[in-house]
């Protein structure tokens, strides 16, 4: 499951994401909130034609993240990546009040339009910027249905990141220990679709 709120030029993605560190195989799991670019794309069709709505380029992403071996609620794994090199995200940056306060981080981020704590801010369109500040109380609000103590079990997990079961496999597929990977956990993921 996704939430996407969109603006004129950009939107959040917002979801619950499951992930498998390739080093040493630990589990991660919590709200991933990404700020894309929405293109322009031709109109199609008469005045009353539904349009293409593409969510496509990432600007900046956020993982509130727990790491399984850890108790619920710590966000020992959360960080952020500031930006990306086409669809790759930028290295991991780890931020002390984003584990401390994850939602007042967040909240503080979508205020500031990513500049909040020496941050370069968002390439967002100015006609999107002013209304993206109005955003925050929702992508929080959001984010907080995807947080990883919401999520109590593989079952759970996998029905909420079903859709990127490819993903997961491609992260077991390279893993530098496969033998560290609890198997039992990431079954779901691994059953043939």
Not at 17 to 45: T, Y
Not at 63 to 70: E, I, N, P, Q, V
Not at 115 to 138: F, K, M, N, Y
């Amino acid at each position: 499951m996704r939430h996407v709120l969109t603006l004129s030029r950009c939107g959040f993605v917002i979801r619950h994401w499951f992930e498998i560190n390739l080093d040493d195989a630990s589990m991660e799991h919590g709200a991933r909130i990404e700020l894309r670019e929405l293109p322009v794309q031709p109109h199609r069709g008469s005045e009353s034609a539904a349009q293409l709505i593409t969510v496509d380029r990432p600007l900046w992403r956020a993982d509130l993240f727990d790491r399984l071996a850890d108790a619920p609620g710590t966000f020992g794994a959360a960080h952020y990546h500031p930006g990306f090199d086409g669809n790759e995200p930028s290295d991991r940056v780890l931020d002390a009040r984003l584990t401390a306060d994850p939602w007042g981080w967040l909240g503080d981020q979508v205020v500031s339009l990513g500049a909040r704590g020496g941050g370069r801010g968002w390439p967002v369109s100015p006609e999107d910027a002013p209304q993206i500040a109005g955003l925050a109380d929702t992508v929080v609000a959001t984010a907080r249905q995807f947080e990883p103590a919401r999520c109590r079990s593989a079952a759970e997990c996998f029905q909420l990141t079903r859709d990127v079961q490819d993903t997961v496999r491609l992260m077991i597929a390279t893993l530098a220990d496969p033998d560290l990977l609890d198997n039992e956990w990431v079954s779901p993921w691994t059953r043939s679709s």
